[in-house]
Every structure is written in structure tokens, then in C-alpha cells.
């Protein structure tokens, strides 16, 4: 079955870094860009980085552009994602989900929709220190 699973989260100080991962299985999403969004309590879900299938072009929120990097490993079976982020600011906790979508255009508002995505993980918490 489709598995998104994210892990790497937890309890940094402001400043720190933290390495999300996310290893998807059960479709071919080797074909599929992948994303990352957050979601902190009381606020709606907000995208934070996008990378296409090939990793050929990535997209960033401009609250985490310059601080934060989107990669990709496309093995065989899993297809694993990261999110390096550094520089962590108190502003940052919230919960990461890792996202894929079969969209393959390269308009940005559509790749930051929380709808164009079509699986999903469970997330996992970050919380930034001050």
C-alpha cells in the first residue's frame, strides 16, 4: 500500500539544524514531485519546499528560502526525501508532512497548494527553542 513515512523530527535550539526524511513507498514515486509542508498549532497548513521528480528544479517558501534544502534519493522501491533545515527559528515548530503529487507543471501556486498533493504522511513534530 502507498506509505509516506517521515521521521528526523524533534526538540532543537534556536539556530540548530535538523534532517527530515521521508521514505515513500507503493506507487512509483520516482515519478512524482514531492513536497513538504508544516502545519503549527492553530494555523493552516503552509507549504514549505517542493522538488521535482528529477531534482531538477525545487521550490521554496520564502519564509525558509536559504535556510532549508529539499533533496531526493529515487531508489527502486522507496523514494526518500529530505528536508535539511538550518538556522531553526522559534517560528519553524509545527508539524512537517511529507506530500507527493503527480503534478508536473511549474506553476508555482499550483505546486504550493496543500490540494494539489494526493498522499500524505503522518508528520512529525519540530519544535524550535528560543
Known amino acids: 500500500q502507498v506509505q509516506l513515512v517521515e521521521s528526523g523530527g524533534g526538540l532543537v535550539q534556536a539556530g540548530g539544524s535538523l534532517r527530515l526524511s521521508c521514505a515513500a513507498s507503493?506507487?512509483?514515486?520516482?515519478?512524482?514531485?514531492m513536497g513538504w509542508f508544516r502545519q503549527a498549532p492553530g494555523k493552516e497548513r503552509e507549504f514549505v519546499a517542493a522538488?521535482?521528480?528529477?531534482?531538477?528544479?525545487?521550490?521554496?517558501a520564502d519564509s525558509v528560502k536559504g535556510r532549508f534544502t529539499i533533496s531526493r534519493d529515487n531508489a527502486k522501491n522507496t523514494v526518500t526525501v529530505y528536508l535539511q533545515m538550518n538556522s531553526l527559528k522559534p517560528e519553524d515548530t509545527a508539524v512537517y508532512y511529507c506530500?507527493?503529487?503527480?503534478?508536473?507543471?511549474?506553476?508555482?501556486?499550483?505546486?504550493?497548494?496543500?490540494?494539489?498533493?494526493?498522499?500524505w504522511g503522518q508528520g512529525t513534530q519540530v519544535t524550535v527553542s528560543s
Open positions: 522538488i521535482s521528480w528529477n531534482s531538477d528544479s525545487t521550490y521554496y
Open positions: 507503493g506507487r512509483t514515486f520516482s515519478n512524482y514531485r
Open positions: 506530500a507527493a503529487t503527480y503534478y508536473s507543471g511549474n506553476y508555482l501556486p499550483q505546486i504550493s497548494r496543500s490540494h494539489t498533493y494526493d498522499d
